[in-house]
């Protein structure tokens, strides 16, 4: 691989520095309030037009004992810098105008640059934007997150967030939204100004998100999502893949309890054979408001389906398409397929300013026949796990955010991955995580 070039390297945390000092403002907000005189990141402009100006910066350490369990890998650990600048135009009533500029690098990984670690200054969003109380259109970059984030998410753990490239309109209905899209991932280049869509994948869809006055507190999405890939690799094999996902989401709050469950079935081609594929998680879980801290007990449990037999040309390997890969925890060592999984966990808030969570979970195969699969989105096999036995290990984690100052957060996540029969019998080994994060939003 080229040598990179001393000046180029330069430049990029030139550009990341200036974001971080000289526009520390509030986290990028799709939707900003009306200009307020009182706030200084909002600047009117006269003749009924305004922008608002924002800005995010996080640095972020990632500590891996070893590396995707030791598996043709090694230990790992090093830095990530991220810096978010937005300019959000407002034009009348009804028109709006964002774009958001990102600088990305890392520092110190010994495996290679992974594809959404480094960037030069680039556009991370930048839309077009026209709405009413019924109606809402956005055409351009953007970032999306539909319903619980597990199968779309703005993917906020690695160091370049998700976004897509294309239309999204919104109608409105009472408290229903309906969204229809057609849309395709940018893929992150390392030079500046110069990341595209990614023309070898696909997604296009209807997300309804209902809260009928009849099941309250119950409310409820549905949702229709196509995916194409002309590059997928699962345990069976390797080719083109075309999947429809038909969702429902039902979830809600009464009293102490709170509750989040959603179903997921998949149709399509893989290669020359069909997909049928299955997903089931759920996030239940109970405040005991009056104890100090306001304890959260919950419980998460989650199947998705694997495929049983790889030497047919059906593929019974659920794809989550573009996950919140932390969704299991911060170390985002799994991926959600061929998987069941346990997870109890308590959750406690001694203020406003301290979260702690605490996690045990316990992970088996869905199908023995099929592989351990592992990040970056969508999934990856994990060489050698094809086959070997259902069970693939526990994880401990202990997660920390401290918000120390209105515009600063802190972060402590630590994990340990007692490593099973299916990850030890390809090569694995326990797996220790570490990662520190500093936040600077205004």
């Known amino acids: 691989m080229a040598r990179r070039r001393p000046e180029s390297r330069t430049a990029r945390r030139l550009a990341l520095a200036t974001l971080a000092v000289a526009l520390p403002t509030a986290t990028a907000q799709a939707a900003a309030p009306p200009c307020d005189p009182a706030t200084t990141q909002c600047l009117d402009l006269g003749d009924d037009v305004s922008v608002n100006l924002g800005a995010n910066v996080r640095l972020r350490t990632m500590d891996y004992a070893p590396v995707r369990f030791g598996i043709a890998a090694d230990n790992d650990a090093y830095t990530f810098y991220r810096g978010l600048f937005h300019a959000d135009l407002r034009s009348g009533t009804h028109w709006q105008t964002y774009v958001e500029l990102?600088?990305?690098?890392?520092?110190?990984?010994?495996?290679?640059?992974?594809?959404?670690?480094?960037?030069?200054?680039?556009?991370?969003?930048?839309?077009?934007?026209?709405?009413?109380?019924t109606t809402a259109l956005r055409v351009g970059r953007?970032?999306?997150?539909?319903?619980?984030?597990?199968?779309?998410?703005?993917?906020?753990?690695?160091?370049?967030?998700?976004?897509?490239?294309?239309?999204?309109?919104?109608?409105?209905?009472?408290?229903?939204?309906?969204?229809?899209?057609?849309?395709?991932?940018?893929?992150?280049?390392?030079?500046?100004?110069?990341?595209?869509?990614?023309?070898?994948?696909?997604?296009?869809?209807?997300?309804?998100?209902?809260?009928?006055?009849?099941?309250?507190?119950?409310?409820?999405?549905?949702?229709?999502?196509?995916?194409?890939?002309?590059?997928?690799?699962?345990?069976?094999?390797?080719?083109?893949?075309?999947?429809?996902?038909?969702?429902?989401?039902?979830?809600?709050?009464?009293?102490?309890?709170?509750?989040?469950?959603?179903?997921?079935?998949?149709?399509?081609?893989?290669?020359?054979g069909p997909i049928r594929a299955w997903t089931l998680a759920s996030d239940t879980g109970y405040t005991f408001a009056a104890l100090y801290g306001a304890p959260r007990l919950s419980l998460k449990a989650d199947i998705a389906s694997g495929d049983g037999d790889r030497r047919d040309d059906r593929l019974g390997t659920f794809n989550a398409?573009?996950?919140?890969?932390?969704?299991?925890?911060e170390s985002s060592?799994?991926?959600?397929?061929?998987?069941?999984?346990?997870?109890?966990?308590?959750?406690?808030?001694?203020?406003?300013?301290?979260?702690?969570?605490?996690?045990?979970?316990?992970?088996?195969?869905?199908?023995?026949?099929?592989?351990?699969?592992?990040t970056p989105t969508p999934l990856v096999p994990v060489p050698g796990?094809?086959?070997?036995?259902?069970?693939?290990?526990?994880?401990?984690?202990?997660?920390?955010?401290?918000?120390?100052?209105?515009?600063?957060?802190?972060?402590?996540?630590?994990?340990?991955?007692?490593?099973?029969?299916?990850?030890?019998?390809?090569?694995g080994r326990d797996v220790r995580f570490v990662s520190t994060a500093l936040v600077y939003a205004w």
Do not use: M
């Not at 984030?149 to 998700?162: E, F, K, M, Q, Y």
């Not at 398409?321 to 925890?329: C, D, E, M, T």
């Open 385 to 427: 796990t094809a086959g070997t036995a259902r069970r693939i290990g526990d994880q401990i984690k202990l997660e920390s955010a401290w918000r120390f100052a209105p515009a600063w957060e802190a972060r402590l996540q630590l994990a340990h991955f007692n490593a099973g029969p299916a990850l030890r019998e390809a090569g």
């Open 333 to 374: 060592l799994l991926a959600p397929a061929n998987l069941i999984d346990l997870q109890p966990a308590l959750t406690v808030t001694p203020n406003a300013k301290l979260k702690l969570t605490l996690g045990w979970d316990f992970v088996w195969k869905q199908r023995v026949a099929d592989a351990v699969y592992t």
């Open 142 to 272: 953007q970032e999306v997150s539909l319903g619980s984030s597990r199968l779309i998410s703005v993917r906020d753990g690695p160091n370049i967030r998700l976004a897509f490239d294309g239309l999204r309109a919104s109608r409105f209905i009472g408290d229903d939204r309906i969204d229809l899209f057609a849309l395709r991932p940018v893929r992150p280049e390392p030079g500046a100004f110069n990341d595209d869509g990614d023309r070898a994948q696909a997604l296009w869809g209807l997300h309804a998100a209902l809260a009928p006055a009849a099941t309250a507190p119950l409310k409820i999405d549905v949702y229709w999502l196509g995916y194409r890939r002309d590059v997928a690799r699962f345990a069976a094999g390797s080719g083109r893949e075309y999947r429809q996902s038909f969702g429902a989401r039902l979830y809600g709050r009464h009293g102490g309890w709170d509750w989040n469950t959603e179903a997921v079935y998949q149709t399509g081609r893989f290669g020359s």
């Open 102 to 133: 990102g600088a990305h690098d890392v520092s110190g990984r010994r495996g290679g640059t992974g594809a959404t670690d480094r960037d030069g200054l680039d556009v991370q969003q930048a839309y077009l934007g026209w709405n009413d109380e």
């Open 321 to 329: 398409l573009y996950p919140n890969a932390s969704y299991f925890s």
